[in-house]
């Protein structure tokens, strides 16, 4: 069974930095697309940023690109978002994806994701 594990969760001043990580079990997800969602109290889940399994191309939200770096180490099964100069609004708990049937174009998509982690806390606040 496939199981997805985050981690690197916590409590962050406006402007710090934290990296998530994504551990999967169970299976090898390199030919997987993977990604992050994220959700607040007042939001629906929504994408952050998704790393396609062969060629690496990534996407980013509109809100996270050029603080938010997305990585995978096939080799060690992990996922990875580099997050800096937080802002209070990237408060939420983030999760962990993945797909085998996802590709370029609907990697935003949050129903096309069957693998999810159980979510790790992210506060930015003084």
């Known amino acids: 069974q496939v199981q997805l594990v985050e981690s690197g969760g916590g409590l962050v001043q406006p402007g710090g930095s934290l990296r998530l990580s994504c551990a999967v079990s169970?299976?090898?997800?390199?030919?997987?697309?993977m990604a992050w969602f994220r959700q607040s109290e007042r939001k629906e889940r929504e994408f952050v940023a998704a790393i396609g399994p062969m060629n690496g191309r990534k996407q980013y939200a509109d809100s996270v690109k050029g603080r938010f770096t997305i990585s995978r180490d096939n080799a060690k099964n992990t996922l990875s978002l580099k997050m800096t100069n937080l802002i209070s609004e990237d408060t939420a708990v983030y999760y962990c994806?993945?797909?085998?049937?996802?590709?370029?174009?609907?990697?935003?998509?949050?129903?096309?994701?069957?693998?999810w982690g159980q979510g790790t806390q992210v506060t930015v606040s003084s």
């Open positions: 994806a993945a797909s085998t049937w996802v590709d370029d174009h609907d990697a935003r998509l949050l129903h096309k994701y069957g693998y």
């Open positions: 169970g299976r090898s997800l390199s030919g997987a697309y």
